[in-house]
């Protein structure tokens, strides 16, 4: 019972992690980014290659999403930043493509085979928790989500970059009116959510494995946490990651093969009876 | 003459701010209402709360005797509600004569012809051209909404919203951005439907609401401050003091 | 009066469309090659889906992720019905039945569907496409989940008591493709350029005007959704006829990708330029995947370019030439 309850909290963790990245994008830049997931899967292969190659693992939990950042503000500046005038579609269709190419791009260097990132010996084994045997590792997914979180909720209230992007968000022309170069603004929180995402990468390689279209699965379920928790709103998607993460680990246990059909029941439910999410904050559409 | 639509205690709250606060106006038949205020005042949102862009807080809104507090937006249209915006609201790839058609068309239930042409509905194309004709904008109806010039625009979206066949047609700052001439015009074409179905103004330009208005209501920090006729709000010192005052003092 | 009117341009795209129709009726007769018929068929088919996501995308502007989905529940409803209940059955039976499947599966979604827009419409197509998809593909006491349903009876064609061929017949299967989806190409074509493809494109142009000028969003947005889905309904149910086979291939997130990839590839908002971009794209396809297995980057990568750089698709490359013309003409 603590076991499926921790397991539901770990998926949440993860659905938090890469969801939130897709929260502060759509919320700062109004751009919905469907390669997002492949941005998260980039980072697990960074981390692998650089795991695999001897470099310490926690290391590889700081740098691999910094490269999947960095790769994520050469992107964002090559192609999404010429099509920030025109229609949303166009966004959706260009980021959609970016994920198969993205994809496609995994086959190509690592191949499709199934791996996963080695564990670092020193969280290997369980710790027991009122009678039941929980790994490590997990726990520790569990503390660092709690911390990169809290971390990111400080930057965003507490520190002038945070008060900008906030800004930036309600009232654009304002700030660019200010002096603040709106262009940077843009670039920077595409970086960050893909260092979110990357994040996620490495802290799930070691638990679910490392495969090319890993991004795009874990994509839809954070569609559905962004949409049932409201676009734009960080509590929305804590409450909703929550909701989805539980629902899905449940369905998985007692379902199986039609786990996501609950997931998506859930969301088109929740969709019905409020059409903007959970927790809306009047920015959808 | 008998009130068209008022409405009942009417607020609109966005968490704890106050847009639209208890406001309760009439506007009868036939006449020019006129809406006027300092920027933020909530005249905006009030249009917005009446033509259901905004589902409103609290109170009602009834047209006609009939309460249209949570109506559709479409169905307000179709009671004969329509309205213009602050921010041109156009289908900038069509045509100048298509904006028209398309609302023409729907006000005269013809679009679910799935058979036949759009362009053969010869009276629905007659009617597009005379309300093009009455904004002026005749000779301009193959160009597309995107080519005019700011001045023609605001007459497409004053065209747009009088294809719907108004009984009251809410017009939100029509002249701003307008020269004078283009500014005349627009009084004029008021005047002119003020005699067949009621028109409710927002407009900062206080000579012409002072001017062509029938009865004016105040807005201040989402409340009607005061209420009459040009002469009366003229000389209502509150109104003087919030709105007026503001503007001698600068 | 006339010119603002203006409905000479129309008479003239209808007579290139009829000329080119008349050239693939003759085709056959010039394309000695039984496989490439057989190519032809499946891009004519392909071509209604791509047209239909056109109808959606590009005439009411919202955007699906797995319109391929709808094509599939059709295929599967008419491979689910010869292997079970009568292998022999007639069109007569089948073709209906296909479209009534699609047509009651497409209104649950879309009746959900069209309480939104832009963004969460587009999420919605993904969680019902994948709700459907995952129904089809688990159900493997029935669908034979992975393997799909092979070998099924390919009907005969008949009108009435006579029958015209088998879709054995690939000289058969041609036409009939061929007659069907001209059929709803054209019935298409007339309802689009209607006052109701008016409302769509209006819809597509300025939602909220729309709904300020007296239209009922909802209600046209969810007619655009199912005829846009009774289309895709009925290429599913042409595959079968055509194949004797259904995957679930047909109808998985990428299958619903490479519909979108058509569509543009094509053109938005021609209708014709879906034909042509299912062409391009199965002759590339074709072409790619006889050179490298990764074909996958190779179609990103044609997305990401053709949204940069040619947002209007194939479509636009005889419109501009039509126009470059006319305006030598009336140089001279």
Redesign the interface.
Same mark, same amino acid.
């Given at each position: 019972m603590i076991q499926i309850c921790l397991n539901c909290l770990l998926l949440s963790a993860l659905l938090l992690l890469i969801s939130i990245g897709l929260n502060i994008i759509y919320g700062i830049s109004r751009v919905?980014n469907l390669a997002h997931g492949s941005l998260y899967a980039l980072g697990a292969y960074f981390g692998y290659s650089m795991v695999s190659y001897g470099v310490n693992f926690y290391a590889a939990l700081l740098l691999a999403p910094l490269l999947a950042g960095l790769c994520g503000v050469v992107l964002e500046r090559l192609?999404i930043e010429?099509?920030r005038h025109?229609d949303?579609?166009?966004t959706?269709?260009?980021t959609?493509?970016?994920?198969?190419?993205?994809?496609?791009?995994f086959?190509?260097i690592w191949s499709d085979k199934v791996q996963f990132i080695q564990m670092p010996s020193s969280l290997r084994g369980t710790l027991n928790l009122f009678g039941v045997h929980y790994p490590n590792y997990r726990l520790f997914v569990l503390a660092a989500t709690v911390c990169v979180i809290l971390g990111l909720l400080a930057l965003l209230e507490k520190t002038k970059l945070g008060m900008i992007m906030r800004a930036a968000s309600t009232i654009p022309e304002m700030v660019s009116a200010l002096g603040v170069n709106m262009k940077l603004v843009h670039m920077g929180v595409f970086g960050l959510g893909c260092v979110l995402a990357g994040i996620g990468g490495v802290i799930a390689g070691p638990l679910l494995s490392v495969y090319p279209m890993m991004g795009?699965e874990m994509l839809?379920s954070c569609?559905?946490v962004l949409?049932i928790g409201g676009?734009g709103s960080l509590r929305g998607a804590i409450l909703a990651s929550l909701l989805v993460g539980t629902a899905q680990t449940l369905g998985f246990v007692f379902l199986t093969?039609?786990a996501?059909?609950i997931v998506?029941?859930m969301?088109?439910v929740i969709?019905?009876f409020m059409?903007k999410g959970l927790l809306a904050e009047g920015k959808?559409? | 003459m008998s009130t068209i639509l008022s409405t009942n205690s009417l607020c609109r709250h966005f968490g704890g701010v106050r847009a639209v606060n208890d406001v309760t106006i009439a506007i009868r038949d036939k006449s020019v209402k006129a809406v006027i205020g300092p920027n933020g005042a909530g005249k905006t949102t009030l249009f917005n709360t009446i033509?259901g862009?905004l589902p409103a807080t609290a109170g009602t809104v009834v047209f006609d005797g009939r309460d249209i507090t949570n109506s559709?937006?479409?169905e307000r249209?179709?009671l004969g509600i329509?309205?213009t915006?602050q921010i041109n &609201? +156009?289908?900038?790839?069509?045509?100048?004569?298509?904006n028209v058609?398309?609302?023409k068309?729907?006000?005269m239930g013809? #679009?679910?012809?799935?058979?036949?042409?759009?362009? &053969? +509905?010869a009276d629905?194309?007659e009617a597009t051209?005379e309300i093009l004709e009455k904004v002026g904008l005749g000779g301009k109806? #193959?160009e597309l909404a995107n080519t005019l010039s700011y001045g023609d625009q605001r007459s497409l979206e004053v065209a747009?919203a009088l294809?719907?066949d108004p009984k009251i047609l809410l017009l939100d700052e029509p002249t701003a951005g307008m020269s004078q001439l283009e500014t005349n015009n627009i009084i004029r074409l008021i005047q002119k439907l003020v005699k067949e179905i009621a028109v409710v103004l927002v407009e900062h330009d206080v000579d012409m609401v002072l001017s062509i208005s029938d009865s004016i209501s105040v807005m201040h920090q989402g409340s009607i401050i005061g209420e009459g006729t040009p002469d009366e709000i003229c000389k209502n010192q509150r109104v003087r003091e919030a709105y007026l005052g503001d503007e001698n003092g600068h | 009066?006339e010119?603002?009117?203006?409905?000479k341009k129309?008479r003239k795209g209808l007579v290139i469309q009829a000329l080119v129709l008349l050239a693939l009726v003759l085709l056959p007769f010039v394309l000695g090659n039984k496989f490439y018929l057989r190519l032809v068929t499946e891009i004519i088919i392909y071509g209604l889906l791509a047209m239909s996501l056109d109808v959606l995308?590009g005439f009411t502007?919202l955007?699906s992720?797995m319109h391929a989905a709808y094509m599939g529940i059709g295929a599967y409803t008419v491979a689910v019905f010869l292997s079970y209940v009568d292998p022999g059955a007639s069109i007569w039976v089948t073709f209906p039945l296909g479209i009534a499947v699609t047509v009651v599966l497409a209104f649950a979604a879309g009746w959900?569907q069209v309480?939104?827009?832009?963004?969460?419409f587009?999420?919605?197509t993904?969680?019902?496409g994948?709700?459907y998809y995952?129904?089809v593909w688990?159900a493997r006491s029935i669908t034979c989940g992975d393997d799909g349903l092979c070998g099924l009876p390919k009907p005969d064609i008949s009108l009435g008591p006579i029958v015209l061929g088998n879709m054995n017949d690939s000289l058969t299967a041609y036409f009939f493709t061929l007659a069907v989806v001209a059929v709803c190409f054209f019935v298409t074509r007339?309802?689009m350029?209607?006052?109701?493809?008016?409302?769509l494109?209006?819809i597509r142009?300025?939602t909220?005007?729309?709904?300020?000028?007296?239209?009922?969003?909802r209600n046209?947005k969810l007619m655009g959704w199912m005829l846009a889905c009774t289309l895709a309904g009925i290429s599913g149910v042409l595959f079968t006829y055509m194949k004797g086979s259904v995957s679930p291939t047909l109808m998985d997130?990428r299958a619903g990708?490479i519909v979108?990839m058509m569509t543009?590839l094509g053109g938005m908002g021609t209708l014709w330029g879906a034909f042509i971009g299912a062409a391009a794209y199965i002759f590339l396809q074709d072409f790619i995947s006889a050179m490298t297995e990764?074909?996958?980057?190779?179609?990103?990568?044609?997305?990401?370019l053709?949204?940069?750089f040619m947002?209007k698709g194939l479509a636009d490359l005889p419109i501009r030439l039509g126009q470059r013309l006319t305006r030598q003409r009336s140089n001279l």
């Open positions: 919905v192609i010429p099509i025109r949303m579609t166009y959706l269709i260009l959609y493509g970016l994920s198969v190419f993205i994809d496609g791009m086959k190509f795009s839809l569609f559905v949409v676009l093969d039609f996501m059909v998506y029941l969301m088109a969709l019905l059409p959808f559409d | 033509t862009r559709p937006v479409h249209v179709k329509c309205r915006f &609201s +156009l289908f900038l790839g069509a045509t100048v004569f298509e058609r398309i609302a068309q729907t006000r013809k #679009s679910l012809k799935i058979f036949s042409k759009r362009d &053969s +509905l629905v194309n051209f109806a #193959s747009i294809a719907g | 009066m010119k603002a009117i203006g409905n129309d995308l502007g955007l992720f959900l309480r939104t827009g832009g963004f969460a587009a999420l919605l993904v969680a019902f994948m709700m995952t129904l688990k007339r309802i350029h209607s006052p109701f493809g008016a409302v494109e209006s142009e300025n909220e005007r729309a709904s300020f000028i007296g239209i009922n969003v046209y997130a990708g979108l543009l990764n074909w996958m980057v190779f179609l990103g990568l044609a997305v990401i053709l949204t940069l947002p």
